[in-house]
């Protein structure tokens, strides 16, 4: 069948009476796919392949075939050590001590030390073992403050992660004596320099993990890892407004070969929110807007897989594009297409964020009737979730005046009591997870004391800078 039909198939089974036995053969056929596809794509799934050839090892065992059970056992070991895990290489050593001292008990006359040689290094191998335990836990606890922390970070919270940091093992790189540790040596840095902003040495960091990945070759690491560790550089590179090692990056990032839906997200949804800004940066307007509509056909596409905080990232990239490009109706589409379905536990503010380009977009095309929806909206929300800061009664008196004037060449003096009200309340200490959006709002503003739709103003205030 081109297309799956359960009314079809239990009409065919009719006349064969099985018709109460269609769960059952629905059961069956979807593992006889599962282990056909698992067979099919064993080589791109090296722990699988790894067990696979485990398995034939025991076997020819069973049967005596001891020889040739040693040949496979030692090609295991060979393909283990270069690009296997833990449990891989353990299994292989292992099967490596077995045969060295079953020679050694049936021939007096060899030495055994090759059955000492592979005891060294599966010693070796246990102590890079215990040594990314240490390091994964120190991950686990930065993650789980990181995570916790929705609005601004705790004194607390910044100690305990200053003590992450500071441990021995995050400041020597040497002791960081496996792949995998050293993944999260570089993954731990990383989040610490993102958290407190000195971006020369989150780019250096982001750059020796890439590097790293890429001489030690990238088919020796999980892909999800390799993407991930190229969405670091190219942050990075934004961060330092290194525009042209940042197309250089993304170049390599898009051309990375991903093997499955997951990756093909991972990789759409790094590539696409740098790419967004990089040809906002380079004023290239067409490719811009082919990304734009590409981007928001993915969105439509992969919406249900995304988490959260992704999706609602890349919406915010977005509808901050449209608007700019006086895309009003687009730019509100893509908005409520995330505050009609989303999850409990989105960062208040950039949840703030959707609701502001929302209120300009309708503000700017007229909806009079949305806008004061979009307050109500607002309103609710900072009620529900108890939301009483003097930024949050700010933006909202901001809202309220904004929507009332008819006229704004009128109301300049009021406008700009408006602004500098709102930048009172951003600039406080309490109000730091509001500084992303403290600009937008400003640039609204700044547009309406010039009588202008912000589109106009934006691109008047790109042809002064150029």
Not at 99 to 122: C, G, H, I, P, T
Not at 348 to 366: N, P, Q, S
Not at 444 to 454: G, M, P, T, V
Request: hydrophobic share 40%.
């Amino acid at each position: 069948m081109d297309e799956f039909d359960e009314e079809k198939i239990l009409n065919r089974l009719k006349r064969q009476k099985l018709d109460k036995q269609v769960t059952h053969l629905k059961t069956y056929l979807y593992e006889l796919l599962l282990d056909t596809l698992l067979w099919y794509t064993k080589a791109k799934n090296h722990e699988f392949d790894s067990s696979f050839e485990l398995a034939k090892i025991r076997l020819l065992e069973d049967r005596g075939l001891e020889e040739e059970a040693l040949k496979l056992s030692e090609r295991l070991v060979k393909r283990t050590s270069a690009a296997g895990s833990f449990v891989e290489k353990w299994n292989a050593l292992s099967k490596s001590i077995h045969y060295a001292s079953n020679e050694f008990l049936s021939d007096k006359k060899s030495e055994f030390s090759e059955v000492n040689d592979w005891m060294e290094q599966r010693g070796t191998l246990l102590a890079q073992m215990q040594r990314y335990h240490e390091y994964h836990s120190l991950l686990i606890q930065q993650l789980r403050i990181m995570r916790k922390a929705m609005q601004a970070r705790s004194n607390e919270d910044l100690k305990a992660l200053n003590e992450i940091f500071n441990q021995k093992i995050v400041q020597q790189k040497k002791l960081a004596d496996s792949r995998d540790s050293r993944f999260v040596f570089h993954t731990l840095r990383l989040h610490h320099f993102q958290i407190f902003n000195p971006w020369k040495d989150f780019f250096e960091e982001a750059k020796a993990l890439t590097e790293y990945a890429k001489k030690e070759g990238i088919e020796h690491f999980s892909m999800m890892n390799v993407l991930w560790a190229y969405s670091q550089l190219t942050q990075a590179c934004y961060f330092t407004q290194q525009w042209k090692l940042l197309e250089k990056y993304l170049d390599e990032l898009k051309s990375i070969q991903v093997n499955n839906q997951t990756e093909v997200m991972a990789q759409f949804t790094y590539y696409t929110q740098l790419a967004i800004t990089l040809f906002d940066f380079k004023r290239d307007e067409k490719s811009l807007k082919e990304l734009l509509r590409e981007t928001v056909s993915h969105l439509k596409q992969f919406k249900n897989r995304l988490r959260p905080d992704v999706r609602l990232a890349m919406i915010i990239t977005t509808a901050s594009a449209f608007v700019e490009y006086g895309e009003y109706g687009t730019a509100i589409d893509v908005c409520e297409d995330f505050l009609t379905n989303y999850d409990s536990g989105i960062r208040l503010d950039a949840l703030l964020m959707l609701y502001v380009y929302e209120f300009i977009c309708h503000l700017e095309m007229g909806n009079m009737l949305y806008v004061n929806n979009t307050i109500q909206n607002v309103y609710r929300y900072f009620l529900r979730n108890d939301y009483k800061g003097e930024f949050e009664s700010a933006l909202m008196h901001v809202f309220k005046k904004i929507s009332e004037m008819e006229s704004y060449s009128q109301h300049k003096k009021e406008i700009q009591k408006l602004k500098d009200e709102l930048n009172e309340a951003g600039g406080s200490a309490s109000n730091r997870q509001h500084l992303a959006l403290l600009p937008i709002v400003q640039n609204f503003l700044d547009a309406k004391l010039a009588n202008q739709k912000i589109h106009v103003f934006a691109a008047n205030q790109k042809a002064t800078k150029e």
